[in-house]
């Protein structure tokens, strides 16, 4: 499975790997570049499903108004 489908939770628990990975502290340069390559990519998935979580709250709340006749 690609990291962009990932769900929250998945891509947490993935993160959460590679920084156990990256504590232990007995990878090899290169490895260590890797992971920390791959924890972006976590974090980044898990930010934009938090932002896009947070719109949605928005939205149900009444916090966010499109008006449609200003965009046409």
């Given at each position: 499975?690609e990291?962009k489908?990932?769900?929250?939770?998945?891509?947490?628990?993935?993160?959460?790997?590679t920084l156990?990975r990256l504590?232990a502290?007995?990878?090899?340069l290169?490895?260590?570049?890797?992971?920390?390559?791959?924890?972006?990519e976590?974090i980044k998935?898990?930010?934009?499903k938090?932002?896009?979580?947070?719109?949605?709250?928005?939205?149900?709340r009444g916090?966010?108004?499109v008006?449609?006749?200003e965009?046409v």
């Amino acid at each position: 499975m690609e990291v962009k489908e990932l769900s929250y939770e998945q891509a947490m628990e993935q993160l959460e790997q590679t920084l156990r990975r990256l504590d232990a502290g007995d990878l090899p340069l290169e490895e260590a570049i890797s992971c920390f390559q791959e924890g972006l990519e976590y974090i980044k998935v898990c930010q934009a499903k938090l932002t896009a979580a947070e719109g949605t709250v928005k939205i149900l709340r009444g916090e966010t108004f499109v008006d449609m006749q200003e965009s046409v």
